[in-house]
């Protein structure tokens, strides 16, 4: 977190004020692009952009569908064949980590920053999210800071994850528990082909 913000402005603090200001709104307004850049029906140029922004992700193989929004792009990391759905939220502000071979479905949210409800200035609380290889996130899943979602497991739709889930656990509701264990025991699946002009 900047020293100063939300100190009162001074001469000994107005440059580094300004210039915290200035480079806020410039972050601003590239989140605001890659918002724009996400409702291009292209997979390639999508990507391109998205690599350009600071996400470590192959060119080729893993996709990211239309109307993505991002916080801190360059806390992002995704890995080989892993498609994430149409409308999902990556947040990379405390590292954000999604491996190989990951489905996660339409509208997921994965945040890794939340406020600290018991902080005097209501400050951010970071912790990293893990989502380790073969990993199934259903539709409008919210992943909390500081979650690891370990190799092979499914949260199903819905779920309001804020524990860790061990490997190969199906888990849902809200908060999310474990539901039972998944039948598939070794994985070596490929996701299939992206959809098209999504």
Do not use: C
């Not at 029906?41 to 391109?48: D, E, G």
């Not at 994430?84 to 489905?103: C, E």
């Not at 199934?136 to 739709?157: E, H, N, Q, Y």
């Not at 889930?165 to 490929?190: C, F, H, M, Q, T």
């Amino acid at each position: 977190m900047n020293e100063y913000v939300g100190q009162p402005v001074s001469i000994s603090n107005i440059l580094p004020k300004i210039t915290n200001r200035t480079k806020t709104i410039f972050l601003e307004f590239w989140l605001y692009v890659l918002r724009l850049v996400g409702l291009i029906p292209s997979h390639t140029i999508r990507n391109l952009f998205y690599i350009i922004s600071g996400i470590k992700m192959p060119f080729f193989g893993s996709v990211i569908h239309l109307g993505a929004n991002f916080f801190t792009p360059q806390g992002i990391t995704i890995g080989q064949n892993t498609i994430i759905g149409y409308r999902s939220f990556l947040d990379g502000r405390g590292k954000l980590k999604i491996g190989n071979h990951v489905d996660i479905a339409s509208e997921v949210m994965i945040y890794t920053d939340e406020h600290d409800v018991n902080s005097e200035n209501f400050g951010n609380s970071f912790a990293p999210v893990i989502i380790e290889d073969y990993v199934f996130i259903g539709p409008r899943s919210i992943i909390l800071p500081g979650v690891t979602i370990s190799k092979g497991a499914v949260v199903a739709a819905g779920a309001v994850v804020t524990k860790s889930i061990p490997p190969g656990e199906i888990w849902g509701g809200v908060p999310a528990k474990k539901i039972k264990d998944r039948g598939l025991k070794s994985y070596n699946y490929r996701l299939g082909r992206p959809m098209l002009f999504q």
